[in-house]
T-cell receptor, first 112, second 108 residues
Framework: DAGITQSPRYKITETGRQVTLMCHQT?????MFWYRQDLGHGLRLIYY???????DKGEVPDGYVVSRSKTENFPLTLESATRSQTSVYFC???????????FGPGTRLTVL | RKEVEQDPGPFNVPEGATVAFNCTYS??????FFWYRQDCRKEPKLLMS???SGNEDGRFTAQLNRASQYISLLIRDSKLSDSATYLC?????????FGAGTRLTVKP
């Protein structure tokens, strides 16, 4: 099906483990984004990518790594998970010059 | 101070009521403004853009006051299906900043 998908939808991990959250879009949108959503903070941008092999930091990048070797995929890696990274993570995509972002269904990550 | 501030609510209103949400933003150079809707445990979706001239989409009216750095959303004749969290979004040089959201519950 066309759209933007995220996997896994739910993940429980332990402090110090590496975790990778996947994001895949079928629209060939140039821009892709990773946000985290926490109570009282709204959505905060972690990293974004303007095109394959081009990534840049957002508002809260510390502790996260991204890559974008293909236009359709934008994985987010927590290299050594901490409890403060327990959150709901949303991936989004958009076209340049178009302000609307399309969001994936989210990944609920719990770090114990 | 947060860049985009909203009253978190919750707003509990009966069906048919009119309800208004406000949002303030701190960056006077902000360029574009939106309202997104987020249902419980779902992803945000664009509800409508906000223009200085105001815009209306059915029962929804959005207004922007650049001088006061203030955005509003008015919902008339509330439906049960309007129950959701409404996110105010402001962009600056393509960077989107989201408010924490205002939760609305419409009751029968």
């Amino acid at each position: 099906d066309a759209g933007i998908t995220q996997s896994p939808r739910y993940k429980i991990t332990e402090t110090g483990r590496q975790v990778t959250l996947m994001c895949h879009q079928t629209w060939s949108h140039s821009y892709m984004f990773w946000y985290r959503q926490d109570l009282g903070h709204g959505l905060r941008l972690i990293y974004y990518s303007a095109a394959a092999d081009i990534t840049d930091k957002g508002e809260v990048p510390d502790g996260y790594v991204v890559s974008r070797s293909k236009t359709e995929n934008f994985p987010l890696t927590l290299e050594s998970a901490t409890r403060s990274q327990t959150s709901v993570y949303f991936c989004a995509s958009s076209e340049p010059g178009v302000n609307e972002q399309f969001f994936g269904p989210g990944t609920r990550l719990t770090v114990l | 101070r947060k860049e985009v501030e909203q009253d978190p609510g919750p707003f509990n209103v009966p069906e048919g009521a009119t309800v208004a949400f406000n949002c303030t933003y701190s960056n006077s150079a902000s360029q574009s403004f939106f309202w997104y809707r987020q249902d419980c445990r779902k992803e945000p979706k664009l509800l409508m853009s906000v223009y200085s001239s105001g815009n209306e989409d059915g029962r929804f009216t959005a207004q922007l006051n650049r001088a006061s750095q203030y955005i509003s959303l008015l919902i008339r004749d509330s439906k049960l299906s309007d129950s959701a969290t409404y996110l105010c979004v402001v962009t600056y040089t393509g960077d989107m900043r989201f408010g924490a959201g205002t939760r609305l519950t419409v009751k029968p």
